[in-house]
Each structure stands twice: as structure tokens, then as C-alpha cells.
């Protein structure tokens, strides 16, 4: 089955302790990208990657890392996260960059930071 | 900058009834429109797009019709179901942008049978 998984989907934590967020995805997509979704803000990208080791950011980057070593994986780092970073995270990639192109998105990942 | 701006929520329909959600948009160029769907505890997943003026996206039920004179792509369905409450995404894609979607804030549809 064609899909994005994250993991994990539920994680609560607390400031400063590193974490990572996993995301990958079975389609063999060059594009991929990572958004936060907060309420009344609709979704913003944090960072995004058109192909194994090109990577930019995007609307919102700070305090985010990301890499992207492999075509399928593309992980989400936060080396010291802060409870302004709690937020629904989600994942998605689409073939290719083009403006028409659908992007399919994992189920999401709920950070707490306390 | 691209902006989209979408109809304030919550929205709260009986079943059947007729369903608009506004859309409207600033960009520059030709961008392609979308509209996502986000069910309860998933993540979004597209519902229809258009990708040059006067296009209609349809799918489900759904339709939404690309109006460049109004820079507007409003969501219509005729008959909703109480399977339909969902969170509806207005988004678009301009080619030359290095951010592929633009996301406006979501509208929230409840509806009861």
C-alpha cells in the first residue's frame, strides 16, 4: 500500500531532551516536507527537501533540523525543543516539485513539550 | 506573499442540507488550487484540485470551480452526509515557489443527522 508513515504519532516531552521524528514514505518521491499545523493557522512548512541531500527551509525553520541520506526517509530533528514547538507535525511527499502535484500525507506526529 | 484566506469556522449543517465553503486567494501567476480533507485523527488527503482558470475539480460530491476574475475557489456540495464533518483545507501551488502549498487556516464542518 502507497503511503507516509510517521513515528510515533503521540509523544510528550520535555524542554531541551533532543528528539527525532521519523517520516518515510513507499512511492519513491523526490519531494518531500514537513509541516506544523496549529489552530486558526492552517499548516505551515518547516522544512522541505526536493531530493536525497537537497534540503531548504521553509515558512517556519527555527529550532528544526532535518537530512535526507536516503530517498524514502526524511526525519524531522529537534535538538532542544521548546514548549512554543508543541504542535501537530505532519509529513507528506509528492512525485515531483510541480505546482500541480498532489501531496500525500503521513497521519501526523502530536508533540507536547512540557 | 501567496496568502489563502478561507471562511471562518466551525460550520454546523443538518444532513442533506447544502453545503459553501469559501476560498479565496492572492498569488501571482497561474497557481493550482486545492482543497484537502482532513477526517478526524488523519492526516490531510487531497479532495480536489484545478489547475488553470475555469477548471472545475470534482470528487465525492464535491466541486469547486477556479475563478480568476474573483481569485476564488469555493467548495460546494449539495447533499452532505454526517460522514462528510471533516476539516477542509483551501491550499495552492505556484510554480517558481519553493514552498509547494500554501494552506489557508481550515474550516471545521460538523454535520449532524
Known amino acids: 500500500e502507497a503511503q507516509v508513515t510517521q513515528n510515533p504519532r503521540y509523544l510528550i516531552t520535555v524542554t531541551g531532551k533532543k528528539l527525532t521524528v521519523t517520516c518515510s514514505q513507499n512511492?519513491?518521491?523526490?519531494?518531500m516536507s514537513w509541516y506544523r499545523q496549529d489552530p486558526g493557522l492552517g499548516l505551515r512548512q518547516i522544512y522541505y527537501s526536493m531530493n536525497v541531500e537537497v534540503t531548504d527551509k521553509g515558512d517556519v525553520p527555527e529550532g528544526y533540523k532535518v537530512s535526507r541520506k536516503e530517498k524514502r526517509n526524511f526525519p524531522l530533528i529537534l535538538e532542544s525543543p521548546s514548549p512554543n514547538q508543541t504542535s501537530l507535525y505532519f509529513c507528506?511527499?509528492?512525485?515531483?516539485?510541480?505546482?500541480?502535484?498532489?501531496?500525500?500525507f503521513g497521519p501526523g506526529t502530536r508533540l507536547t513539550v512540557l | 506573499g501567496d496568502s489563502v484566506t478561507q471562511m471562518e469556522g466551525p460550520v454546523t449543517l443538518s444532513e442533506e442540507a447544502f453545503l459553501t465553503i469559501n476560498c479565496t486567494y492572492t498569488a501571482t501567476g497561474y497557481p493550482s488550487l486545492f482543497w484537502y480533507v482532513q477526517y478526524p485523527g488523519e492526516g490531510l488527503q487531497l479532495l480536489l484540485k484545478?489547475?488553470?482558470?475555469?477548471d472545475k475539480g470534482s470528487n465525492k460530491g464535491f466541486e469547486a470551480t477556479y475563478r480568476k476574475e474573483t481569485t476564488s475557489f469555493h467548495l460546494e456540495k449539495g447533499s452532505v452526509q454526517v460522514s462528510d464533518s471533516a476539516v477542509y483545507f483551501c491550499?495552492?501551488?505556484?510554480?517558481?515557489?519553493?514552498?509547494?502549498?500554501?494552506f489557508g487556516s481550515g474550516t471545521q464542518l460538523t454535520v449532524l443527522p
Open positions: 507528506a511527499s509528492s512525485p515531483q516539485r510541480g505546482a500541480s502535484d498532489t501531496q500525500y
Open positions: 512511492m519513491n518521491h523526490e519531494y
Open positions: 484545478a489547475t488553470k482558470a475555469d
Open positions: 491550499a495552492l501551488s505556484r510554480s517558481g515557489s519553493a514552498r509547494q502549498l500554501t
